[in-house]
C-alpha cells in the first residue's frame, strides 16, 4: 500500500504571522493535532499541539502575542505520495516524529500520520507503539538526565559549602561573639541542601529502574 492510499488529503494550513491563540482554537475545533504553516505557496513550518504546550503555555507566554512562525519547526521533513508505507514508518522511526506532510513536485498535497497507518494496515500496529513508546522514553531520559545534573549541581554546591563554611567560616566564628542563631542556621542549610540532594537522586534512580 502507498502513501496516497492512506493519507489525508484534507490539510488543514495557516499563515506564519498568524497567533498562538488563533492557531490553538483552530485545533480545538477542528480536532486535529497540527498544523501547516504555508508560505509563498511552500511549506515554511509544522506546528504541533505539544509545540504550543512545550513552547508556550508551559512557559506562562501569551499566546496572543506570540506568532506561529515564533514556536514552528522549520526543517520539516516529509515524503512522497508514491512512496510505501512501510518507508513513511521508517521515516517516522529515525525522525522519531509521528506527522508526516506529503508532498509532489514542491506542493503540499496531503498529510499521513501514524493513526492513519496504523487504521488502513492494522499489522503494522506494533511497530508504530514501538515508535510511539521509543519517543516517549528517550524523552523521559532527557528529562531524568536534566534532573540528575541538577542534582548533582546541588550536590557539589553542598560540599562547597561545607569545605568553606569548616575551613574558613567556622574557626572565624567566635561563640562569644556570634550568635548560636547564626552557626545552627548554617549547619541547618548545609544539611538541609544535602538531604535534598539525596533525595532527588533516590527518586531518579527509581525512575529510571522502574522505567528502563
Known amino acids: 500500500m502507498f502513501v496516497r492510499n492512506v493519507m489525508s488529503r484534507k490539510v488543514t494550513i495557516m499563515n506564519p504571522d498568524v497567533t498562538i491563540k488563533e492557531a490553538a482554537k483552530l485545533m480545538s475545533e477542528k480536532r486535529i493535532g497540527s498544523i501547516i504553516i504555508l508560505k509563498k505557496g511552500g511549506i515554511a513550518g509544522i506546528v504541533t499541539e505539544r509545540d504550543i504546550i512545550k513552547k508556550v503555555v508551559s512557559r506562562g507566554l501569551n499566546p496572543e502575542k506570540i506568532r506561529i512562525q515564533d514556536i514552528m ?6 515524503i512522497g505520495s508514491r ?39 492494522p499489522k503494522l500496529a506494533g511497530y508504530i507503539f514501538r515508535l510511539i513508546t ?79
Request: net charge positive; glycine share 4%; charged share 25%.
Open 134 to 212: 521509543k519517543k516517549e522514553n528517550e524523552r523521559m531520559e532527557k528529562d531524568i538526565r536534566t534532573i540528575l545534573s541538577a542534582n548533582i549541581f546541588l550536590a557539589w554546591l553542598s560540599i562547597i559549602y561545607a569545605i568553606i563554611f569548616t575551613v574558613f567560616l567556622r574557626p572565624a566564628l567566635s561563640p562569644s561573639t556570634t550568635p548560636k542563631g547564626l552557626i545552627t542556621t548554617l549547619y541547618l542549610f548545609i544539611g538541609l541542601s544535602t538531604l535534598v540532594s539525596a533525595t532527588i537522586g533516590i527518586i531518579c534512580y527509581r525512575a529510571l529502574k522502574k522505567r528502563f
Open 83 to 121: 512512496e510505501r508505507i512501510d518507508q513513511a514508518c521508517k521515516i517516522m522511526d529515525k525522525y522519531h516524529i509521528k506527522k508526516l506532510p506529503v508532498v509532489d513536485n514542491g506542493e503540499l498535497v496531503g498529510i499521513i500520520t501514524t493513526t492513519d497507518i496504523v487504521q488502513y494496515e
Open 73 to 78: 519547526t522549520k526543517d520539516v521533513i516529509t
